[in-house]
């Protein structure tokens, strides 16, 4: 059996990654919310994610345990003339797990996946409320294989709840090399960009909130 995850207040949306001001820019009150890590590269990373994850370090899942925690929750409603009189609200949310493996294997990588199987059945509430749940798992390597980066290229495993009804859940993939400056992310990975601290953040072409807009107001 694994943790519940922490309690968070759904977010009413959030910006991509790396957006916003500067960190030193923020109010103080903002910034002593957002840990620090000894850790350069995800104290860094932390930057970029700050905007619209909340943070936690040395996370601890089942037997599992993450260098970086993330969670990224959003409501989607639609209103009826007054926000009072709303209705077909959604939920959508990631969780994102990030820790270094020196060389990661496939078989390492199949673990996180069966790892993230056991979170969605145990933090998943299906109702018809819940659209979208992510389970992101980013590994920082030292060597970037190209078995790996085949099995996790374009990577995606989706299951629907009760045949779409209660919505469906995503596990997906990102395994980088800093030194090296390669990246491999599966389809989903949205937050893949915010890693590669070698490039600029973009937002991507089809995000998050783009797809629950797709998918409830057209």
């Known amino acids: 059996m694994t943790s519940e995850p922490p309690d968070a207040e759904p977010a009413s949306g959030g910006a991509a990654e790396g957006s916003g001001p500067a960190p030193e820019e923020l109010p103080a009150e903002i910034r002593e919310e957002v840990p620090s890590w000894e850790d350069k590269y995800f104290d860094r990373v932390s930057d970029r994610l700050m905007y619209s994850y909340d943070l936690e370090r040395d996370y601890a899942v089942g ?108 596990v997906t993939l990102v395994v980088l090399a800093p030194e090296d400056e390669r990246i491999a992310a599966g389809q989903e990975a949205d937050v893949a960009d915010a890693f590669a601290l070698w490039g600029d953040v973009e937002p991507p072409s089809e995000g998050l909130l783009s797809r629950v807009a797709k998918r409830f107001w057209q």
Not at 106 to 133: C, K, M, N, Q, Y
């Open 63 to 170: 037997d599992e345990r993450f260098d970086l925690y993330g969670k990224y929750r959003v409501r989607t409603q639609k209103q009826f003339f007054h926000p009072a009189l709303s209705y077909a609200d959604h939920d959508t949310e990631e969780y994102l797990f990030a820790r270094r493996i020196d060389r990661p294997t496939v078989a390492d990588l199949e673990r996180l996946v069966d790892l993230g199987h056991d979170l969605a059945d145990d933090w998943i509430v299906p109702s018809e409320e819940h659209f979208e749940t992510t389970f992101t798992f980013v590994v920082v390597a030292e060597d970037l294989t190209d078995e790996v980066e085949s099995f996790v290229d374009g990577f995606r495993d989706r299951t629907l709840l009760r045949y779409g009804y209660y919505g469906h859940y995503e």
